[in-house]
Structures are given as C-alpha cells and as structure tokens.
C-alpha cells in the first residue's frame, strides 16, 4: 500500500487520455500536486492509502477544464454595452473604458473575480492575454490556477506601454521574471496582424523563441480583417503570419473564423493551436469557425470564452455544449462533433492547443493533479443510462452545467470543496468590482450627458470652439450672386463646385445639439468627383448673438475629420431622430475690405426648396471682431442690387425638418 | 392601504409588458393568484400592506418563463441516446423504446420530473405536446404549474391509441375533462403534415373550434420533410394545412425552420404563433430557423426547449442565450435579436404564442401571479451597471444561469422559495427515474445483445426462418453451364439478369452474425436498370448441414425489405466490419424431378475473382425433403459434364474476405 495525499473515489472517472478511458466507479489517486495513479476505485483502493478519501459517488471526475482564450480582467467590464456592433462597442464604449481604468489593479481585481468564477465552473487553466499581465499572473497565482499569461503587444500606445518597443521590453521583464512558475507560463502576445506589423510581429516570434515561451495571438476573427488584409498585403492572412516566422514558436492563434483549406494546412504543419470560440464569435456575429474541418486536418483545437465583456460568462459548459451543437447545425450532421470531442476539446485538446499537454488536459499518471469533480444528480441530468459508455459524455456536454460542479483541484490543491471557494473571497471581490463598476457607471453618464462629451471620448481631439458671422438670403435665380461676385470692390480668390451630403443627428440634451456628419464631394470641371472629405460637427441650436439685416454669430463647438462611417455615429451616438441635407455649393473665397469672407451660392437637392441660397460668412475671435465682420457683410449684401433681400434667419437643417419632417430613417 | 397576500419589493422588475416598463427597486403586489399592482417599490410599499413580504434585494423580478414546445415526460429518455442521425435516434430508440414503456404512470413521473426542473430554472408554463395527455396534465397541475397539454394525434397507432379514430375520440374526452382547470389548458396536438393526413388535420381543426382549444402541431422542423410534402402535395407546407382549415383555430407552430417568405406571411396573417426551438434545431441538424424575419412580420414568436432527449434540458436560460446570440451569427447583424426581445420571447412573446398572453407571460394587474426571482449576485454575474437600462436584459440573458433562480411563484402559490421545491419531492422522483432508467438499459442492452432482436426492434415484421439447400461450382467458363439448362431434362420458366450489390455487415455476436443489405438491379434487354429491389437478410455463420457433394443446408434467420438506408442500417447496427461484394447475376427458375430450383449463374464484379460461379439452390421446409433436394442437385451437378467440378464450400462474403481482406470504409 503506498502512502499518497488524497483519493478521489466512487465517481465515473473520465480520463480522456488516447483511449479514452472510463473507469466507474473509478479513482484518482493524487501525491505531491501530481495524479499518482488513475483506474478502477477497487484497484486505486487496494494499491494506495491517504488520509484524505473523497466520495464521488454520483458525480463524475474528469480533468479540469481548459479555457483557451480569454481576457480575464474585462470580467470588470462585463455588461457594460451589448448587443452593438464591434466598432461601437470597441471604439464608443471598451477601449474609452480601459483607456481610463484599466491599471494593474484593475487586472488584478478583475482577474481575481474571474479565477472565482473559473473556479465555481470547473476550470483549472486558462490562456489569457491582456494588459499589465503581470498583475494577472500575480491574481490568477494567488488563486491557484493554473494560467499561460500572455503580455499584448499593440502597434499603438495600450494602456501599460505608450509604444510597442517599451512593450516588448515590458513583455521580455515579465516573462524572465515568472518564468519556471509552478502554475504560470508568461508568454507574448501580439494583438493580431491588423493591429500589429511584420517587424512587430518578427520581434514577437523572436522573444518567444528565445525565451522558449508561447505566443498568442487573434487570427481570421472577422471578416472584415482578413479581407482588409488581402488586400493591403495580396496574400491570406496565415501565410503571411508565417513569412513573419510566427509559427517557428509554440502558438495559439484564437478565433481562426475566416481561413481556407490552406491556411488551415498551414496550421496543422506548424503545430499551430486554435482557440474556438463559439459564444463570441455569435455575439459579436463574426461568423462560424470551420471547427469540424480543423479537426478533421488533425489541428489542436480548444475552446475559450474569450473575454467576458463579449460572452457575457467564463462558462466553459456553455462553450463546450454550444461548440457540439453548433458543429451540427452548421454541417447539417448531427453526428459532428459528438459530446466526447466536445470534451475532449475541452480538456486535453486545449492543453495541446496552448502547448501545455505534457503538464495538464488528462488524468493520467505523472500530470499534474488538476481535476474538476461534477455533480451528475442533479435534477436536470437524471435519470441516468449506463448501456452506452459514451452516455456521460452526452451527460456532461449536453446537460451538466457550470454549476454542478462540485469541487476542483490544482496541482493537487482543492480550490473548491462542497462548492465553497478555498483561496478567494468572492464577497470581497465582488464589492470591490462594485466600486469599479459604479466609477465607470458614472465615466459613461458623464460623457452621455452632452453628446459633445460623448464625441471628445472617441474623436481623440481637443474641444475647439469656433465662432462665425453668417448671414443668407433666400434667390429665385443666380444673377444677384454674379452681380456681388463680378463686382470690382471684391476679389474671388478660391472658386470651388461641391455636392454636400449632410446628415444632422438631433438630440434630446439640454444643449438641443446638432451634430453633422458631412460628405463634401469636390466636383471638377467636367462634373465627376474628385475628392470626398468627411466632417463631423456639432453645432448648438441657440445662436450667440444677432446684428442688423439678420447677421447672425454662432458657434460650432467641434469640427474635426470624421474617421469613422455614419452607420457607426449613427450607433453610437444614439441620436433622437436624423436629418437629410443635400445640397450643391458653389464656394468662393473673396476678399472684401481687407478681410476674408466665404460666399457659398446653394441649390438644395434635398429637401426640394424652390430658388438658392446665398450664404456670406466669415470666422471670428473677438466681439469687437465679429461687429467690424458683421457691418461688413451688410455692406456685400448692398452688392446683390437686390431691392428687399430675403433674409433667412434658419439654418438649412431647420428649413428641412419644416420641408419634409424629420426623416423616418431612424427606429 | 390594501391588505394583499404577498408583496415581493426590493428587486429590479422587469415587468416585460408593452412599455417594457423597469422598476429598481421596484415591487410586485400579488393577491387571489393574481397580479394586484406593478411599480416601483416605494410606490407599492405605500399602496400595499401584506403578511408576507420578500425582500428580493440584488436580483431581478420578472414573468416566470413560458417553454412554449416540449415533450415534458421524455425526460425519463434524456441521454438514452445522442449525436445520433434523426432516424437511427428517433426509429432506432425513441420509438422503440416508447412503444414498450410509455404508460400513464411513465408520463406522470416524467412530467413530474420535468415540472421539478422547470420550477428549478423559472419555467412556470409549459407547452406540452405527448401521449396519455391527461397523465401530463395530472402530473403539471399537481406540481402548480401552468401548462396547455396537447394530446398527440397521428395516423398510425401510439403508445396510447391503436387508429388515429381512436386518438381523437380520446382526446375530446380529455379537452372535455380538463376544460376550465385553473392552471391546465388541454389542447389537441395533431403531430406534424408528414405523420397525419388531410382527413385528420381537419378533424382535428374541427375539435379545437368546437370546444375552443388551441391547436399544437410541428411544421418544417426538416428539409428533407419540407422537400417531400412539396413533391407529394405540390405546394407548400403552410399553405397546405391552411387548406385544412387548421389556422382557424389558435395554433401554435413548433420548429418552423423550413419555411418561405409567403408561408411566414400566412402564419402571421393567421395569428398562428411559432415556437422557436434553438437547441433542439441545432443538436438534430435540422437548421436555422428564420427567427429574426418572423419577428420583423410581427409573428409571435415563443421559446421551447422540445423534448428532454433531444436538448438534453429543460432549461429555458439556455434557450434565450442560444436564440438571441444564433441569431446574429446567421444574419452576421451583431445587434439582432437583442437580450430584451430574448427576454420578451421568453415570456410575453411564448404567452402570445400560446395565445394565453391574457393570463400570463407580463407583470401586469389582473394576470396571474406567474413569476420568478433571479439571484444576479452571483459572481458569473458581478459586476452590474446602472447606465444602460437595457443592462438589466442583458445581464439576464448573457450571463444569468438557469441556477440564479431563486423563487418561483405560479398563480400566487410559492412553487420555490431560497431554492426549495415546495410542491414536489425531488429524491423520489429521481429514485424513480433511476428504476425507469435501469428497465430502459436491460431492455436495450438484451437488445443489442443479439443483431437480430435489434433488428426485429425496428424490422416491423415477425422474425423468419428460411432454409435452404444449395451447392457451388466454380467454372472457368459459362458452357458448362449452358449444358445444364438446355438439358431436355429440366424446364427453365423464368430466367433474369441481375446486378446485385451486397454489402455484408459483421458482427462480433456469439452468432457471427451477418447482415446481408442487398440493392438487387433488375437488368432489361437493353442493358438498363428496369427496377431495383432493396432486402436485408440476416445470416448466420455456422451451416446447418453438409450433405454429399458439398450440398449445404443453410439457415437465414430473417428476410425482408430493406425500408432505409444502407447508411441508416450502418449507423443502427454499429457493425464491427463491412464487406461488399458486387456481381452479375444471370438466375433462372428451373424445374427438375417435380422440384423448383434456382440455378445462379454469377459473375463476380467486386472482389475481381477468376471465372464464374454457379449456384443450385432450393428452398425446403424439412430434413427429409432436404435430403431429397440435396440429391436432386447430385444429379443436375452430374448434367453440367465435368470431369471433377470445382465445388466452392465458402460463401461470397467469405471469398471476398480472403481475396481483399475486410472493407475500408468502416471508421
């Protein structure tokens, strides 16, 4: 009888080494953090003694899970926006986010509370790859979980590393300093292709051959990426990851959603792993992963939940019976990828996937001891049927949950017992992510309240006021125009044809702000379009101030490029209802009494106006500024020889919105 | 202050009716098994005085979940069998195994097992659809939960009715009895278009008018369903049954997966509701349901989990996760099918569907008192936020668990309070079950034990014993046998040619058994196919007797057509090995001695053997007339000419065997 530290008895034990093995009632036997020896509870308890046997009878003992990608820390930012499209949500509401709050506390509490809920379902290891990785390595340690850290190396400043030399020196320290960790392997993580380069991505491969660590990194998430990709680099993504020698270190790449039979090939030569990652990549409607036909070539492929700001879970049963269920769907074969390929998936697949399998993934002699406990008598998974050994697979896969499991081990430490955590206060965790949670509550009502503080946190510029003096006047044809702009006393400076594409989004907000997104098409000469710029402007419905003939002075408090499409302004901002504004310019720049001034001769397109439009406007500074401009604009009004000029006090938005009524495009 | 029965004050109420009105803190007034007032919990507290006042601080308040497609007692047949085609799972077990076990008490204990599960995740309504209906709705009614239970009605005969007559007369029997139970709504369910007839569904129509019940039925769960009513119909699924007068009725439509643009309309016109079954589509391949297009044409659109043995839960948080992420993976539109319109699925939209939106599925004065309290303290579930009100759905459909629920009240009784079931004795109920379960396994494991009883299981024709007599000569050419039949000795009556493809399935049984598929090719004049016959027999290994000559008495245990697939068998019967064999058949019905035989001249395609084959065979019914053929064949052996025939002991299977060693196609 040899002497061994505890014994895991009386459960179906699944082993999910090469055969498969299935011992019930069966018995672990665990002895220094590793599995001693794994077979029938007769046998186990006729070969080893401990002082600590545990009853698993009715429950089934397997490995602990894998989870192979995710990003612990955002379990702080869990729920925080949904159901929005990947730019708004990335750019309008996560990266703002992490810019602000994101600190190694902030990881290290966020990654704490996921290790509790990893834990409470079954999980002992997980990949992840986020910011001040050492703070999760350092939480997830803590713990007693196992994890493989991966640092993120962006092309951009993150918010650990301005530049990414500072954060591949960043990443080199962490991994020297946690490397040969009983529990953590650091490694690095260069973002993905598009938010890398071939030299960054060069470094990478190099640090991590070096230091002989993994590398993670997103492969083929969207759509989008890979066909942006093609075509700035003319050939698939995989292919060129290789020529950067990525795939000469141990890898991961995560998601894989949009490959073809190549790359695929590519990646089974390398020993490249995959992180399948169901819930997201629904969520975020990336698309279907060929997961069946990974498989199939013999690539390592796991599951992960990716993080928790996109699933909304760390639920590793919800991955595995979403991963076997989907497979179906999406090859119209019900036998695909069947309830023990799920698990195994989950298990060993994961290890390999992430280069760990020699350490952890089965229960098999000389791994170490990481094994979940699950409950299988719980009332959604009785009765029981015992003629097909294939049964507990379809049990655990199909109608276990999370929440079944009973009791989790790492490295021969208990984590769990009797569903009470061992190593975490979960209570304590939780009121402090409340703490966070309410700061970025109130980060995100303060930037809500004005659309123009919503703007600053994505437009990435300063606010900037701008004043001008403008007045318009309604033409029924362009002569009174050609009068002004023939006459001697100005001179035209920069003639220009324009077609703008105004939309106006409108909102409820105590400022009554307008904030327009403009196409401004610059037309040649022979009537095609030769430039299109982009502008993004809010503008205040109240007028600064009013001079004589209807010169008004207002003030547009943003003006900058818009860099992103209307559709995601459109989402993000939220607006109560949109606006059309189409119109053709003809702009002159003229001087004028020394000063100059911007004529712009109007033919609205959209609303259908019967005449033009003359708008005379000029940029101030100053009051006394504005007065001189605004006396001066009188004056050019005298040079349209019109007997009884008709004023227009509205703005081309309000003439619409009394044209046509607030367009319908809106829901 | 109005003195009520119950107060629940302190959660975040979802009240889930058309203003989707959220109240945080708000409360719930409840009095008479109704709902007495909605609003905010200082609002209520103010209004309302009660005995008995729970507090459901931190969680969430909301319509208890309305499954609106199950099959509520097949959860004694969870996990009997899985990742399995729909035919070898449905004809190969579910209806086998039904047609032996299902009984009034089956029904009741698995319905009450059911409601036990149901009542754990916050179901308090169920659309049920099964045999011994009334059983169901003994087993649900004593259980305190609301359901509307549809008797199953096909053409042929059920566990619980031998002609479709008998179905329908059974099933106004119990709408009679059960008509205007407080918490049961009984209903007829004809099963689906494929298994019933014009006839029955109008009938059936007729009833549900007659006494004012609704109509429960499945429609285009399948493609393959779809594909065949077109081509035996010519039109369409809906508007065929529309044709039988079934939308007349309140009907509600489970699957609707396979369904065009005009059958969504006439569904919507007719105000027939649809239960969308995620899971169940997806673990039997059948689909995508185009779920966010019926919601676009205002259909009422429920959530059912279908039966236990094909999801292989009842748990309704699974199903709302499920439908709203599946549903941005397959219109690639991250914002379709948002966690609220889940949500509303789940509850006001079920009821709709059910059309009992007039007593349930909102938190709305004057409903009955259907609700659920869900702990969101749960770590999986911290932190909240408060910026988004929309946070709340999303909060309960991405990361809530089935298990957050912590009180469910049906109709103002507690059916659940901190966890506890309150109507219903779970260790009984699993006790029984595991009897069930274990009646189950032995009647499957004998089964299986024998190829031949599982193939009278699904053979649908009593076993049969055929013996006969038979000799083979091996012949390098076909003249000897041209001897043979033009001998004045013997009448040919009726010679044909045959193209025949075995493929023999091998089995490890005690009996050696061998299951011969055969597609036997007639073959015209021309060289064409002129029909094909499909036969399965099954053979054993060991020869009944040797006579002289090596005339062979031989037994097959079982003939008959073979009705499905070779694919369908393969899977079925789980062979060990698989054999084909492939030859052209010249067979020639001859009369000798007053005897009829069979002379098979053969000429092997596959595996490529030398020369030709001839075959003498008879029938016989008993020893002595078979040693009198035995001897008969002698004497035709002797009309060949041949110096010493070549006399073949070994079957074709087993030359085939030794010639190419065993198929390859077997995994």
Redesign the interface.
């Known amino acids: 009888m040899t002497e061994v530290d505890a014994i895991l008895t009386g459960g179906s034990v699944a082993a999910m080494n090469d055969d498969f093995d299935l011992f019930s009632p069966g018995a672990v036997a665990v002895r220094g953090g590793l599995i001693q020896a794994v077979g029938s509870a007769d046998q186990i308890l006729a070969a080893y003694t401990a002082e600590q046997v545990v009853d698993c009878g009715g429950c089934a003992v397997i490995p602990g899970l894998i989870n192979a990608h995710t990003h612990a820390p955002m ?2 930012l ?9 730019d708004v ?1 990335l750019m309008g509401y996560v990266m703002p986010v992490e810019q602000t709050f994101v600190r190694p506390d902030f990881c290290w509490l966020g990654t704490q ?1 996921a290790c ?2 990893m834990i ?2 079954g999980t002992t290891c997980f990949a992840d790859m986020y910011y001040y990785e050492e703070a999760v390595a350092d939480a997830a340690a803590e713990a007693g979980l196992r994890a493989i850290c991966a640092e993120t190396v962006l092309r951009f400043s993150t918010p650990d590393a301005l530049s990414f030399d500072e954060g591949l020196e960043h990443t080199r320290d962490f991994i020297l300093r946690w490397k040969g960790h009983p529990l953590i392997m650091p490694a690095v993580g260069p973002h993905a292709p598009y938010t890398t380069t071939a030299q960054l991505l060069r470094s990478c491969a190099q640090m991590a051959l070096e230091l002989d660590v993994p590398l993670h990194i997103h492969i083929a998430e969207t759509a989008q990426e890979v066909e942006e990709h093609r075509a700035e680099h003319g050939m698939p993504m995989v292919p060129w990851v290789k020529k950067q020698g990525v795939f000469e270190a141990k890898v991961t790449a995560a998601h894989c959603v949009h490959l073809d039979e190549g790359e695929m090939h590519t990646l089974q030569h390398h020993g490249v792993g995959v992180s399948h990652n169901p ?1 997201s ?5 990336s ?2 992963a060929p997961v069946v036909r990974m498989l199939e070539l013999g690539i390592d492929v796991g599951i992960g939940t990716d993080g ?1 700001a996109s ?5 590793m049963w ?1 991955e595995m ?2 991963a076997a ?2 497979a ?2 999406v ?6 990828l ?2 023990r390929q799920a698990l195994a998936m989950a298990t060993i697949g994961g290890a390999r996937a992430l280069h760990v399998d020699q350490h952890t993934g089965s229960l098999e002699p000389g791994k170490r001891a990481d094994v979940a406990v699950v409950d299988l ?1 719980r ?10 050994p ?2 507990l697979y ?2 655990l896969v ?2 276990a ?3 079944d499991v009973r009791d989790v081990m790492c490295q021969g430490q208990w984590l769990m017992r009797e569903r009470n955590l061992l190593t975490l206060d ?1 209570e304590a ?2 009121a402090e ?2 703490n ?3 700061k ?2 109130t980060f ?2 303060h930037r ?1 309240e004005s659309v123009l503080s919503k703007l600053l946190v994505i437009g990435q510029v300063a606010q900037e006021k701008t004043f001008e003096v403008q007045v318009k006047v309604h033409l029924t044809d362009a002569q009174p125009a050609e009068r002004l702009l023939s006459s001697s006393e100005i001179v035209v400076v920069k003639p220009s044809v324009r077609r703008q594409y105004d939309t106006y989004f409108l909102f409820d907000d105590p400022y009554h702000s307008r904030l327009r997104y403009r196409e401004d098409e610059l037309i040649d000469e022979d009537g095609q379009v030769q430039d299109a710029l982009y502008r993004l402007t809010l503008i205040s419905e109240t007028k600064e101030r009013e001079y004589a003939r209807l010169v008004l002075l207002s003030r547009s408090r943003f003006d900058a490029p818009a860099t992103r499409s209307r559709r995601f302004y459109r ?1 993000y901002f939220k607006p109560v209802a949109e606006v059309a504004v189409h119109k053709e310019r003809r702009r002159y720049r003229v001087r004028y009494g020394g000063t100059d001034f911007a004529i712009n001769l109007d033919q609205p397109l959209k609303p259908e106006l019967p005449g033009m439009f003359l708008e005379i406007k000029s940029r101030t500074w100053s009051r006394q500024d504005a007065e001189r401009k605004a006396e001066l604009i009188g004056d050019l009004l005298d040079l349209l020889q019109l007997e009884q000029p008709e004023l227009v006090k509205q703005e081309y938005v309000e003439l619409a919105v009394e044209a046509e009524g607030l367009d319908e495009e809106i829901g």
Do not use: C, M
């Open positions: 379990t702080l869990r729920g925080v926006a949904d159901d929005l499209r990947l949500w509370l509790a809920e409470r379902s819930t990549n629904l969520k975020l409607a698309g279907f928790p699933n909304n879970d760390l639920d919800e019976r979403l269920l989907l179906k769907g090859t119209s074969d019900p036998t695909a069947p309830a008598q009332i959604h998974n009785t009765p029981r049927f015992a003629r097909d294939d049964a379809a049990q199909y109608a949950k999370g929440s979960e965790l939780a992510a409340a966070i949670a309410r970025i509550d995100l009502i809500e989402e």
